[in-house]
């Protein structure tokens, strides 16, 4: 026998159905909300695996007309590029970075010709790409100096805006390059050329596969920590976004992903910028192997983009992007 008081609201009520799920769903997900990675290596003809990353690949530039077709086919907004840069380009200044005929510049060359404004491009502003120590400026006696770095990091910056890039995105954590980034680019009349800063980049363990997909990770000495964050810090976030903002970014970044949904959440509470989240391939990597262990299932790539989005990012950059815009289809 059922005794006591039943309550009068039950919230069940509205989760007994889809139709009603659906209705009263707070967060959802669109292929509009995706940033899709693509690694790029020298060569022609070539789609090479990357090994610690099951299922994504690198590409060469002639062979970026395939997969730009299929992304906008899918409605993702915009690209992310990333070179696997040849090790006898590289050198401790990262000079490879200002040659206008690097993999990033023409890749932007190629995308933009072909694709006009149909695909929005991205382009990391950084170094480690192109430096035979892997960090993301210039080493001074085992320190990332900073001033000097900016100065190549603003060269960088135009030479990618001359390309025709849309997006210019400093990853590199030094103090002021985003002001000194827009002085440079609206003196040289890119004032339409937006900056989104990787404002609030921790010096994080899941970095792992992406520095083995870009070829840093075996030359990169010591760690980051002198210039990316302390992941014990979230107060700190603030800072770095108000100063970037007051610097001129259009957009933040926050990176990693799911380990920092706080970090998202306060950033949109308190700025009320567009925030960008970075599903590292950290994180792609442990979903993926979950998945193929059968120890989660493929619903899980789907959980861990609303988490972003419920947490107030704005889009997300994903490797899963392009196999979720297939499934959602809007």
Known sequence: MITGKFPNLRLRRTRKYNWSRRLIQENNLSCNDLVYPIFLIEGKNKKQPVKSMPGVYKYTVDQLGVVINNIIK?????????????????????????????????????????????????????????????????????????DETIEILIKQSLLQAQMGCDVIAPSDMMDGRVGKIRKFLDKNKYHDVQILSYAAKYASNFYGPFRDAVGSKKSLKSDKKNYQMDFSNSHEALREV???????????????????????QKIKENFKIPVLAYQVSGEYSLIKSGIKNKLINENAIIESLICFKRAGASAIVSYFALDVAKKIKF
């Open 74 to 146: 899918h409605k993702i907004p915009m690209v992310a590029l990333f070179p696997s840069t040849p090790n006898n380009k590289k050198d401790k200044f990262g000079k490879e970075a200002l040659n206008e005929n690097n993999l990033v510049c023409r890749a932007i060359r190629f995308i933009k010709k072909r694709f006009k404004n149909n695909i929005g491009v991205m382009s990391d502003v950084a170094l480690d790409p192109y430096t035979t120590h892997g960090h993301d400026g210039i080493l001074k006696k085992n320190y990332v100096t900073n």
């Open 242 to 264: 108000a100063l970037d903002i007051k610097e001129g970014a259009d957009m933040v970044m926050i990176k990693p992903g799911l380990p920092y949904l706080d970090i998202i």
